[in-house]
């Protein structure tokens, strides 16, 4: 259990049984009575927000969250499945879990899979990937405004905004955290 002088930025809290962390927090010690912690919460299950202020004396439950390395196996549907590298068990991932991230797993990448009582709910990549670009359309030559970008795709389907000096058959890096490019690594 944590008390309310334990609350912080980042926190990860039980409110109702469900795992939420805390993304604002703000100490208000009103001239008279105690001191009360305004606390802005994101369920981690559902991703939804809510503000809830706790008194001093308040006790606060401590979520039952685990985090295990993995390596990425193989899409079945629309379910990813992880490997544990200690004991090999292998554990479903549900897209809606992963979202746009899919697009950036390649087999036996390492990521974190986060569990709250025995479900994943979380996939952490690593934060740079390396990906081959499929398909874009050759720059226009003279066109050297700075910060022009152009439509591009990746082998699987997924579209990102690249320079214009990106062809096809070059190997990107791209930042996992923002589905963004991030640099050219070697020409096609």
């Known amino acids: 259990m944590y008390t309310a002088s ?3 930025k980042g926190l990860k809290i039980e409110v109702d049984g469900e795992p939420y962390e805390i993304v604002e927090f703000q100490f208000v010690k009103p001239g008279k009575g105690q001191a009360l912690y305004r606390c802005r919460i994101k369920n981690m299950l559902t991703g939804a927000t809510l503000d809830k202020t706790f008194r001093s004396a308040d006790k606060i439950g401590q979520p039952d969250l685990e985090e295990r390395d993995m390596i990425y196996s193989y899409s079945d549907g629309d379910n990813f499945v992880f490997m544990d590298a200690q004991t090999y068990e292998q554990v479903e991932v549900p897209s809606e879990i992963l979202g746009e991230r899919r697009f950036f797993l390649d087999e036996n990448i ?3 899979v986060l569990f709250h009582n ?3 709910i979380d996939v952490t990549l690593p934060y740079f990937v390396e990906k081959v670009i499929a398909r874009t359309e050759p720059g226009a030559r003279g066109d050297t405004a700075t910060n022009v970008l152009k439509s591009a795709q990746l082998e699987n389907g997924y579209e990102i905004q690249v320079p214009l000096f990106i062809n096809e058959g070059d190997v990107v890096r791209i930042d996992t955290r923002t589905g963004k490019y991030a640099d050219r690594v070697s020409k096609g």
């Open 110 to 112: 390492e990521v974190k």
């Open 6 to 8: 334990d609350l912080r």
């Open 118 to 120: 025995g479900h994943p």
